[in-house]
């Protein structure tokens, strides 16, 4: 039995005795009461009284012993309670003990990992001062081959100017040659000449041609939507490739203005085309990091040049061969592609954006034009970069090559066009013009084919014609509206040919 129960025992005994005791109190003082009554009648009001006075007393003993009573309850609740809220205390301390204990087997454990650890950090610094050292080493062996190679490019840099200088000897001692040869064959060469051209009678040779000033637009074609960012003649050819934004590629006859064909298969918009010398292939720099090689003749694609992981935004090809072809991207590199095989060959890296770039009559250097501004001269086949000039206080647009090698225009977006000497790459040029102001960073410039004349197109919608030989402007040409992308001078001499950034192409004659 538990001490609640013990309790209200205990208190239904006391309750149980005190009514007894009364009942006994009561049976005791009933006879004295009642004999008492009898002969003293005359106090009755008085024992009444007292017997009155006894029942409040008794009253007041039954009202506290309520009290006592309900104080006893409740002393008892509380007790129930506080036991309630003792045993919860003592489940938490349990279940405190328990993650306690859990908590020192997780410490432990951890301070084992961090021990692992600590051993494993101390492993990785050895090694890691060891590969230090291994680069120290390294480095000191790069400054010492830089050093070197310095040396060498210094040394090579003297030949070249060496040879340079014995090619001007042997250049002006055949000029002198052919002026003598002109004038003793003045008859003869009359007798060639027709319509201003001379041509050679061995196949395969270019056509020496005489090219003439443009005045008149020709042909007015809208050739693309959404612009036209290159166009391109065929080799000694009137026949016009375009391509633009709609990633089209079309050929035009430019005496009918007549579309002859459309190439399609490209995945992104078309930066710059190339041709290839026999007129059989067309090659497509594009947005998609790709390049796109047609067959002419079936209008399909031959293959898709993959390599680059940025917008290819310029391509040339070989002047005597259409196996080899070098393209630049946004992906800081110049790549030699192998059209036989369809794969690279070489890669060049460098620091800045490449914009334009054009192959050496040779085939064995390219120059590129850099968005700091800079031309630079490139070994295709090492990668090595041979000469460096800063050509322009901003980016370059575009570089072309006079058909004798022996030139390179260059144009930028501080509005200047700059002539060099391929053999020294110093200036022997510079055209500029005050409404001259190029619309974007692929803006290309041209030379004519008689290597007399430049052409390049401005934001207000102007192409302006520059003479090489007395430096000013002999033509400015007015026909389009929007900004004017590129220009192509046909091989045959006429015509010239511009595009702008609504997609229409203009020929002027």
Request: charged fraction near 25%; aromatic fraction near 6%; glycine fraction near 6%.
């Amino acid at each position: 039995m538990s001490q609640e129960e013990k309790a209200m025992e205990a208190i239904k005994d006391a309750l149980r005795a005190l009514r007894k005791r009364h009942l006994l109190e009561e049976g005791a003082h009933a006879p004295a009461i009642s004999a008492l009554s009898r002969p003293i009648i005359s106090q009755g009001s008085e024992w009444k009284e007292k017997t009155e006075k006894l029942e409040t007393e008794l009253q007041q003993c039954y009202k506290a012993q309520s009290r006592l009573s309900e104080q006893l309850v409740i002393e008892v609740a509380e007790s129930r309670t506080s036991k309630a809220i003792l045993q919860e205390k003592e489940l938490l301390i349990n279940d405190l003990q328990k993650e306690l204990t859990q908590r020192r087997e997780e410490c432990t454990q951890i301070q084992e990992e961090l021990e692992e650890k600590t051993k494993m950090v101390d492993v990785l610094i050895a090694e890691n001062q060891e590969i230090r050292s291994q680069l120290e080493e390294m480095t000191g062996r790069v400054q010492k081959a830089e050093s070197e190679n310095k040396m060498l490019i210094d040394r090579w840099m003297l030949q070249k100017m060496q040879d340079a200088e014995r090619l001007n000897e042997a250049n002006d001692l055949y000029e002198e040659m052919l002026a003598k040869l002109k004038a003793n064959g003045l008859e003869t060469l009359a007798r060639q000449q027709v319509d201003g051209i001379v041509r050679r009678n061995e196949d395969g040779t270019d056509h020496f041609v005489e090219s003439t000033i443009p005045s008149t637009c020709g042909h007015r074609i809208h050739a693309h939507e959404g612009g036209c960012g290159s166009i391109i003649f065929e080799y000694n050819s009137g026949t016009l490739f375009t391509g633009g934004q709609d990633r089209a590629v079309k050929m035009w006859d430019t005496n009918s203005g007549a579309l002859i064909k459309s190439l399609y298969g490209s995945l992104g918009n078309i930066l710059d085309m190339a041709v290839t010398h026999d007129n059989k292939s067309v090659i497509a720099a594009t947005s998609s990091n790709n390049l796109f090689v047609w067959d002419v003749s079936s209008g399909r694609v031959r293959h898709t040049l993959t390599g680059h992981t940025d917008k290819v935004c310029a391509v040339d090809v070989s002047k005597f061969s259409s196996r080899h072809v070098v393209s630049a991207a946004y992906d800081r590199t110049i790549k030699l592609w192998d059209l036989h095989k369809g794969y690279c060959t070489n890669t060049v890296l460098f620091t800045s954006n490449c914009n334009a770039i054009c192959l050496s009559i040779d085939g064995l250097t390219v120059f590129s034009g850099h968005m700091d501004g800079n031309l630079r001269l490139w070994d295709i086949q090492t990668g090595k970069l041979l000469s460096e000039v800063a050509g322009h206080s901003s980016a370059v647009t575009s570089v072309s090559l006079s058909r004798n090698g022996n030139r390179i225009l260059t144009s930028g977006r501080d509005n200047v066009h700059n002539v060099f000497d391929t053999r020294t790459l110093e200036i022997c040029g510079t055209l500029r013009a005050s409404g001259n102001r190029l619309a974007s960073n692929w803006s290309r410039s041209c030379i004519s084919p008689d290597d007399d004349y430049v052409a390049a197109g401005s934001a207000d919608g102007t192409v302006h014609v520059w003479s090489l030989s007395k430096g000013n402007i002999v033509s400015i040409l007015k026909e389009q509206t929007s900004p004017i992308l590129c220009c192509s001078w046909s091989g045959i001499g006429k015509p010239l040919a511009s595009a702008d950034k609504n997609g229409y192409v203009c020929t002027w004659t």
